[in-house]
């Protein structure tokens, strides 16, 4: 009797989709956390660069860029943008109330933290259980900090 082929998959899930890889084909996974990337110039979108492991140089591919998803760091950077717009706003907001109680007049910007455009965004993301999770790829550390913005922010 022959023997049935039974293949074994290395399966992930990227912007709430199923992909996998037969495991046939991975020689090992390895997290980049501690090792440096070295940026290749002229190469495709989906080429991160080249990590140096075990003296060998081993290829980095944005498996989001190679499906013709946004990359990781595209959507850190613009996450940042947001936040970075949202804490110029604020400072903004804080300036104006400075403005008015030096100056003795009534202060006419918003008071409820639901209603400027960080409180907006940060409920929006909030009640979108799925976003938030893609957000923070379930990282539990990453989801406190957002946690913490709350009472700040109130």
């Known amino acids: ?3 049935a082929n039974s293949h074994q998959w290395l399966v992930f899930e990227i912007a709430e989709q199923a992909y996998g890889f037969d495991l046939d084909r991975v020689r090992e996974i390895v997290s980049l956390r501690n090792l440096r990337i070295h940026r290749l110039p002229q190469t ?4 991160e660069g ?9 290829e980095v591919i944005d498996v989001r860029s190679a499906l013709g998803l946004c990359s990781l760091r595209k959507e850190t950077e613009g ?6 717009e949202r804490e110029a706003d604020h400072c903004r907001w804080i300036e104006e109330l400075e403005a008015c109680v030096r ?22 993301l909030l009640a979108d259980s799925r976003g938030f ?5 379930d990282d539990l550390a990453l989801s406190s900090l957002f946690a913490q913005l709350y009472r700040p922010h109130q």
């Open 1 to 3: 009797m022959a023997a």
């Open 44 to 47: 495709s979108a989906a080429v």
């Open 50 to 58: 080249v990590v140096l492991l075990r003296d060998q140089p081993i």
């Open 79 to 84: 996450i940042t943008a947001i936040l970075q």
């Open 103 to 124: 100056e003795h007049r009534e202060f006419r910007l918003a008071t409820d933290p639901h209603k400027c455009k960080f409180g907006q965004w940060y409920d929006k």
């Open 133 to 137: 999770s893609r957000l923070t790829n």
